[in-house]
């Protein structure tokens, strides 16, 4: 038997490289050693999305198309929608009475969030307390891992502090312990050099962009505001092009070499951009083209979704029915 891993996303956009480098990349390895189960987290969305119901819907279904589109097999995937498994809220519930407010407000993730979104004295308590019902989708599954960018890894604290105060106060191991898989690449900057790529911030490469769409937000890049002629020596500190070619040009030798040539001198940015462009396209093209036959049959993408579901209600159903078990909660 194959160890287990629960990931997934809240779909509140389609999906763009951040992602890709970030989380969609592991994924594609990881279904060759691990059994996973992906959750298209539509409830949690709603914790700060709550007045924008259709959007959520929406993108319930986008997010599914990157995943097939980027190769993720529903054959060795569980692909599933958060909201149609019951169990999920019904073991949320339980756990909430193993986690102090205090806690939660400690909880880094969450405090920066809760700074971030500006929720002052307006916080949903739905909001508040995501990390127990992210702590339930892990636990309903017995996950061996969990793959976290840096900023998730008090999510895997939380979840294991759970899972232990369970097991000891009702004498057994019922809940399992997690592991978090800590990607080794980092986090892709925007378009804009800004640190995060987001829907939100508007400077996002997607992964069904057209070849256009593409070319024209790369020509958007800033390289260096001081190489105005070819010849002027240019930097690379803060040149959002090389920032991008640092992930994704798999020649490390020629990168390098791009480099000292461009610091030297002599090398235009419209030729550093054609580069980046090509390198780009090579990644997202068979990405969109997969993507555009998945569009053509979305009858198959719910279905995909409905019995990765059906599986992972009967799953999540089976460790709901033995924590009530180990909490008294039966009765006929
Ligand atoms: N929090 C994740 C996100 O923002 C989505 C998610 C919900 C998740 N439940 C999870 C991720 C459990 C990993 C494990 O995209």
């Known amino acids: 038997m ?22 969609l990349k592991n994924r594609v390895a990881f279904q060759e050693d691990y059994r996973q189960f992906l959750i298209i987290a539509d409830a949690q969305a709603l914790t700060d999305h709550f007045e924008r119901p259709e959007m959520v819907r929406d993108n319930v279904v986008q997010v599914a198309l990157d995943y097939l ?7 060795r995937n569980t692909c599933f929608v958060q909201s149609q498994v019951p169990a999920l809220c019904e073991l949320t519930s339980y756990l909430m009475n193993l986690v102090t407010v205090s806690r939660l407000q400690r ?12 929720f002052d004295e307006s916080l949903p308590v739905g909001f508040f307390c995501y990390p127990v019902s992210q702590a339930a989708d892990i ?16 999510m895997i604290e939380q979840t294991n502090e759970i899972a232990r105060k ?49 070319r024209r937000k790369v020509n958007l890049m800033f390289t260096d505001p001081n190489h105005i002629r070819v010849s002027d020596p240019g930097s690379i500190a803060g040149n959002v092009v090389f920032m991008f070619l640092d992930f994704f040009d798999s020649n490390v030798q020629e990168l390098h070499e791009l480099k ?53 209600r009967e799953i999540a159903s089976e460790k709901v029915a033995e924590v009530k078990r180990v909490m008294k909660l039966t009765y006929f």
């Open 166 to 214: 369970f097991n000891s106060i009702y004498g057994g191991s019922y809940l399992k312990e997690v592991k978090a898989i800590v990607g080794s690449i980092g986090r892709l900057p925007g378009i804009d050099g800004k640190t995060k790529m987001s829907k939100s911030l508007g400077n996002a490469i997607f992964l069904k962009d057209s070849a256009e769409d593409l």
């Open 2 to 23: 194959k160890p287990i891993i629960l990931t997934g996303d809240r779909p509140t956009g389609s999906l763009h490289l951040g992602h890709y480098v970030g989380s």
């Open 260 to 312: 000292q040539h461009y610091q030297k001198g002599g090398l235009g940015d419209g030729q550093l951009k054609k580069r980046l462009i090509e390198i780009l396209d090579s990644l997202i093209a068979p990405i969109r083209h997969r993507r555009m036959q998945y569009e053509s049959d979305i009858g198959y993408v719910r279905k995909v979704l409905e019995d990765g579901t059906r599986e992972a």
């Open 107 to 118: 909880n880094p993730t969450i405090k920066e969030e809760i700074k971030q979104k500006g």
């Open 69 to 75: 589109a980027v190769g993720l097999d529903p054959g």
């Open 139 to 154: 636990l309903a599954f017995n996950a061996d891992a969990v793959p976290v960018g840096d900023d998730q890894n008090p």
